[in-house]
């Protein structure tokens, strides 16, 4: 853990004891979620999973489904699969901001939601196809007690949160670095990171 390292910290420029915030965009709000004490209820495309999907894996991996039984004859992904349940909540980590959640956080389990004590303050945009904001940031927002939303408008999309594209990599992926007219990328980055320092400064 990075908290456990104290190469990094003065890099920093600042000082740390033994205190964090954690923030998380897309499947990394997922993970900063875990974090703060969510749990895993089912693997989003894992059979058994109650809640049905029509979308056959992530932008990155679009066949996954098709791939979970050869990812199951490794060794090294079942390990990791067999300790999807497990507890990764970290006591050192005091807050999150949780940035356009992705569908995952639909099968992490209410219940462990709603234990959740920590201060956390979700991002959605209000363009967002991928994650849509009343499919999951909204769900998450239900089950959190003390959460905060903010679904940012005018044409905000999943991917408006990554960085702006260099021309390298507008050129490799465009649909990353394409916003909606209206939409002005680092004008809306400038007031996320505005929200989340003050928002890390009061937790």
């Known amino acids: ?3 456990s390292e104290p190469s990094w910290r003065l890099a920093l420029g600042g000082t740390i004891a033994d205190r964090a915030n954690v923030a998380g ?3 990394g709000a997922y993970s900063a979620m875990l974090i703060m004490g969510a749990r895993v209820a089912y693997s989003q495309f894992e059979p058994g999973n109650p809640v049905k999907t029509p979308i056959w894996g992530p932008r990155e991996f679009p066949n996954l489904v098709n791939q979970l039984q050869v990812l199951q004859a490794n060794p090294i992904f079942r390990e990791s699969w067999e300790r999807r ?3 990764y909540s ?3 980590f005091r ?3 949780v940035i356009a959640p992705g569908r995952t956080v639909l099968c992490l389990a209410a219940v462990s939601l709603q234990r959740i004590r920590n201060p956390i303050q979700i991002f959605g945009g209000d363009a967002d196809t991928v994650a849509p904001p009343t499919d999951c ?3 998450l927002h239900n089950n959190v007690a003390g959460s905060s939303l903010e679904v940012l408008s005018g044409g905000v999309g999943h ?3 990554l960085p702006e594209g260099s021309e390298t990599g507008v050129k490799a992926d465009p649909e990353l670095f394409h916003d909606k007219p209206g939409a002005k990328r680092s004008a809306i980055h400038k007031h996320v990171a505005r929200s989340i320092a003050n928002f890390f400064n009061r937790a």
């Open 95 to 97: 807050s999150a901001a």
């Open 159 to 161: 991917y408006t949160f």
């Open 90 to 92: 970290d006591a050192r």
């Open 85 to 87: 349940h497990g507890d």
């Open 25 to 27: 965009f897309s499947a």
């Open 1 to 3: 853990m990075l908290l």
């Open 137 to 139: 940031c909204e769900w």
